[in-house]
Each structure stands twice: as structure tokens, then as C-alpha cells.
């Protein structure tokens, strides 16, 4: 996926000094100089950050006891350097993959529609993470939210819960949205009892991250219940954003989540519901096609220099970071309406490479998925002004002429690049 250069340095010196100061006066850290202290990373930071790493990376089945993954904040003899070990390594990542796709919603010409302040909702929201990426997003490729807004937080763990409250509290404004406030909810959510009591109020921006694949239930159990729950809480116009790992198991889980979707919004009748991206269509899934495919984006960014710090330490590589997502906008608008982008090209004539592209030759090769699913294609550039010449995983490519068997495909032109 590309990335604005303007988001993808926003991390440097100055993000390091405000997070920096801010785990400081947290109690977190010594000093905010701890953070390029090697002895202090090595001895604090990284066993946390490997052993969070491991826990994340668990295969499904070992998610799957009685209580998933839901202790794990409790499971450390050291909590605090466990929170800070988040804090410091995991929430930035999925902050950066957040405002990734807010500017990947910015790029093919989403613009806001939903009317007065922001409401929006974090499920799961740990340290305010995804709500943070927005704010990113928003600074550095706006689609137009409002400046003022409130952000409700629902976490299970309280403590990471009113860390998160009072990061906002400094990360809103020093992304320009001194006007964004939260509202914090401590609670264990479960899918039986609705995620949202039927009194809660409709938002306008719901976001998952990182956080569907904590639930047990299966995909098709988790398609009725959000469904229900964007019926009463998603407000017209607005958009649900939902973030995973990128891993097999959990990226399948958020494909056939997809499908159950589909078939749930058909089977509901529902025509304001449709899912925006990374698909360009409701067509059956390129990926769920092939048992052992999956689906997921990647992104560069340049590291704050302690992050680097700590990917050496733990043996960590996060250049670039990679997920699974779905957006879901709710409106009774076409999806060339909503994604300008896509207007004039034909659902048959686009595609979005799904692989990174590499040359054999002078052809580019990679895999595409359209509206009739998944294929390998090659494609050989018209000269260094072609807008195809360098294609990266993520790409939508417009007004295609495509043709061969999924196998071996031949994209003939090229017209734009989303
Ligand atoms: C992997 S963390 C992701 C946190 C944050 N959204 C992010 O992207 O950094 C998942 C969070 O969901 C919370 N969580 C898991 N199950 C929950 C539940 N049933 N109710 C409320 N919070 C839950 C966990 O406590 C944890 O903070």
C-alpha cells in the first residue's frame, strides 16, 4: 500500500520526544533519555516485547482455551514494563497501520459525509491506538473530519484503558485536534450480550484493531452480531474499520468473515451496507478460493530511531508492517460515489495487485484480484512515464484490458493507477 512520504516520516525525533516525555510523566520510564538507553531497552523493554511478540504470533489453537488471550495483561509478574513494552513497540505499528488505511480512503477520494461533530468508537482500544492512527491519518491525508469530536474507548483492562485516555489526550492535539475528546468505558465485551447496549448511541466511525481475532466465536457468528450492532449504532454515512493480523489463520478468519457478511447484508436485504475496501466489489473472495491463500497489505514507514533500537535488540524487523483489513462504509451512495477514484473504469476493468510485483524481463509479474478473483498476471510497461511502471502490493489498477486463465493472465494496458 502506498503511503504518503508525509505520514511515513512522521515518526522521527519528534515523535520519539513526545512519546518519550509522555511515558516519563507516566511513571513508565526514567527519563525520557531512557529510550536511547541501551541498557534500559535491553533489560526493560525487550523480554516484554518478546514475549507479546510470541503471544500475538500463537497459532489459533493455542488461542483457544477458555480464555483466548484475554489476561494477558495480568499475566506478567512485571505489568507495568509490559504496558510500556506495548506502548512502545506495538501501539505506534498499528497506530501507522490505522492511518495507513485512512490514507488509502484519502487517496482513492473518500471524503466525509457524515453530519456534526465526530462520534466515534475504539473497541478493544488498548492504549487509544487506532483512535491515535486516525488522528495521523486525518493530519496527514485528510478526507475532511470535523475538528471536533469524542472518541469512545472500551477496553477490559483498565489500566491500559486510562493510559490510552490521557495518550489521546496528548497525541489529539499534537496532530491538530485539540478539540477531540474521549470517553473511557471499562468493560469485557461479549458477542452474546451485543456489543453495545440497544440504549448506546449511533457513531459515525467504528474501529477494530487488532482485536476481532481475541474473539472466540466463529466468523459467521461474528458477521450477525456486528451486523445488528452497525444496524443500531453505525449512523449513515458513516464507516467501520476493522484491522488484523496478517498471519494465515487470522487473515482467513477476516475473509470469511467477508463472505459471512455478504451474505448476511443480501439475506438482510440491506442496501446501505458495502464493504469499500480492500476489495473493489462484493465479489466471492480471490483468496478464500485456495485452502492455503490469504489476503493481507503491507506498509513502509521510517521507524522512530528507539523502535529500531528495539528491532535489534529482540531480533524484530519492523520496516515494514504488515495486516489484514476491511473497510465498511453504511450509505445508500454507489461505491464510485464514495471512492471517486474508481468512477469511469468499469468493476470488470479494475484490479488490486495482491502480491509485491517483480520483473522477469521486462514484464512485471504478480498476482491481481478483481471481480473475477484471483490470477497471476504479467504486464510490460509502455516506458518510464507509464503510470504502471513500478507496481507495489496494494496498487488498484484501472481501466485494465486483461486476458488468459488465472494462471498465466496478460494485462495489455494499463489506463490509471488508483
Ligand atoms: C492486541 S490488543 C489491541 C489494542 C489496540 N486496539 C491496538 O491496536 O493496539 C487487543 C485489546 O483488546 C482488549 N480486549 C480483548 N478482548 C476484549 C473484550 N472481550 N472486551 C474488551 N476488551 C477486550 C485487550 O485487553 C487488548 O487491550
Known amino acids: ?178 478539540e477531540w475528546g474521549t470517553r473511557p468505558f471499562h468493560r469485557k465485551l461479549s458477542l452474546g450480550s451485543g456489543l453495545l447496549p440497544r440504549s448506546a448511541p449511533r457513531f459515525q466511525l467504528w474501529l477494530m484493531s487488532f482485536f476481532l481475532n481475541e474473539l472466540s466465536e466463529d466468523p459467521a457468528e461474528i458477521a450477525r452480531a456486528l451486523l445488528d450492532s452497525w444496524e443500531r449504532h453505525l449512523e449513515n454515512e458513516g464507516i467501520a474499520i476493522l484491522i488484523e493480523p496478517a498471519l494465515k489463520v487470522e487473515s482467513r478468519k477476516l475473509l470469511e468473515f467477508r463472505a459471512q457478511l455478504l451474505s448476511e447484508i443480501r439475506r438482510r436485504k440491506l442496501e446501505d451496507f458495502k464493504v469499500l475496501l480492500p476489495c473493489l466489489g462484493h465479489q466471492a473472495c480471490g483468496a478464500l478460493a485456495n485452502a492455503e491463500d490469504w489476503c493481507h497489505e503491507e506498509v513502509a514507514w521510517w521507524r522512530p530511531p528507539y523502535f529500531r533500537e528495539i528491532d535489534k535488540l529482540a531480533n524484530l524487523d519492523r520496516k515494514t508492517l504488515p495486516f489484514s483489513y476491511l473497510v465498511i462504509a453504511r450509505s445508500m451512495r454507489s461505491r464510485e460515489e464514495l471512492l471517486p477514484a474508481l468512477a469511469g473504469t468499469a468493476p470488470e476493468n479494475r484490479q488490486r495487485l495482491v502480491s509485491p510485483a517483480h520483473f522477469e524481463g521486462k514484464e512485471q509479474e504478480f498476482f491481481v484480484c478483481g471481480q473475477d478473483g484471483k490470477r497471476r498476471a504479467r504486464y510490460r510497461a509502455q516506458g518510464p512515464e507509464d503510470p504502471a511502471a513500478e507496481l507495489e502490493r496494494g496498487d488498484v489498477l484501472l481501466e485494465t484490458e486483461l486476458r488468459g486463465d488465472p494462471n498465466a493472465s496478460r494485462i495489455s494496458r494499463i489506463g490509471k493507477r488508483g
Not at 523493554?45 to 500463537?58: D, E, Q, T
Not at 489453537?61 to 514494563?81: D, F, I, R, T
Request: glycine fraction near 10%; include cysteine; hydrophobic fraction near 45%.
Open 1 to 178: 500500500m502506498r503511503v504518503p512520504a508525509e505520514l511515513a516520516n512522521a515518526f522521527g525525533a519528534p515523535f520519539e520526544e513526545l512519546i518519550g516525555r509522555f511515558v516519563t510523566e507516566e511513571g513508565l520510564a526514567p527519563s525520557p533519555e531512557a529510550l536511547r538507553s541501551h541498557r534500559f531497552i535491553a533489560r526493560s523493554v525487550i523480554p516484554h516485547v518478546a514475549k507479546l511478540s510470541a503471544l500475538f504470533n500463537r497459532r489459533e489453537a493455542e488461542k483457544s482455551g477458555p480464555q483466548g488471550l484475554a489476561p494477558y495483561w495480568k499475566e506478567s509478574s512485571n505489568p507495568e514494563n509490559l504496558r510500556l513494552a506495548y506502548f512502545l513497540y506495538f501501539m505506534p505499528s498499528n497506530l501507522f497501520r490505522a492511518a495507513s488505511i485512512w490514507a488509502e480512503l484519502a487517496r482513492l477520494g473518500y471524503r466525509w459525509a457524515a453530519r456534526g461533530p465526530l462520534s466515534a468508537i475504539e473497541f478493544g482500544s488498548g492504549p487509544a491506538t487506532g483512535a491515535c492512527g486516525i488522528a495521523a491519518g486525518e493530519r496527514h491525508a485528510p478526507i475532511g473530519l470535523p475538528a471536533g469530536g469524542t472518541w469512545a474507548l472500551i477496553e477490559q483492562d483498565r489500566a491500559m484503558l486510562e493510559l490510552g485516555v490521557r495518550w489521546a489526550g496528548r497525541y489529539f492535539p499534537n496532530q491538530g485536534f485539540a
